[in-house]
């Protein structure tokens, strides 16, 4: 009688646990909102980018975000930091910001050795891991490229266009 009591209330335990996990879960949306913050007044813009938002390109993608979906625009002269938080807990990723390819030339993977700018790249990380770049902005045209193999081939990458006549950070969607 004792172990089927304790048996139906373990059931209860596991019946309540369920329900709670299931109402409080929350899926990431289509795609991720107000993740750029900027100060017009200390020329300073950030981005909270997280890899594998959602299964949006097999879950290669910055915030639901692959290949040119989307376009950063910031002034040059600006400071601009960068936070990458890996949500996969199957793959690691990070961001290099590197010079635009050709679809051709596109690179296998690629090291923080072959940022196009100083500083603007993170090591690879892990589920739930995070890192931050920070870097001055100098005009031209790159792109966001997860240098974890071979990520970048299938379209983890994003467009950050650096321009002399922008006031303020801008960000195009297609």
């Not at 990070?94 to 050795?113: K, M, N, Q, R, W």
Request: aromatic share 14%; proline share 3%; charged share 20%.
């Amino acid at each position: 009688m004792i172990n089927f009591i304790f048996y139906r209330i373990g059931l209860l335990v596991m019946l309540i646990t369920m329900l709670s996990a299931c109402t409080h879960q929350q899926a990431p949306g289509l795609y991720k909102k107000n993740f750029m913050h900027y100060d017009m007044n200390t020329k300073q813009v950030h981005f909270d980018l997280d890899a594998a938002w959602n299964a949006n390109n097999n879950g290669y993608n910055y915030n639901g975000y692959y290949q040119d979906d989307m376009t950063l625009r910031v002034p040059a002269g600006w400071k601009v930091s960068i936070t990458l938080t890996n949500l996969d807990a199957h793959a690691p990723h990070s961001i290099v910001l590197t010079e635009v390819f050709a679809t051709d030339d596109i690179p296998d993977e690629l090291t923080g050795e072959f940022s196009s700018i100083k500083r603007a790249y993170t090591d690879s990380l892990f589920a739930n891991e995070s890192d931050t770049m920070h870097f001055q902005a100098k005009e031209g045209r790159y792109w966001l490229f997860c240098g974890v193999k071979r990520h970048g081939i299938d379209g983890m990458w994003l467009p950050l266009n650096i321009e002399s006549n922008l006031q303020i950070p801008v960000i195009d969607f297609k």
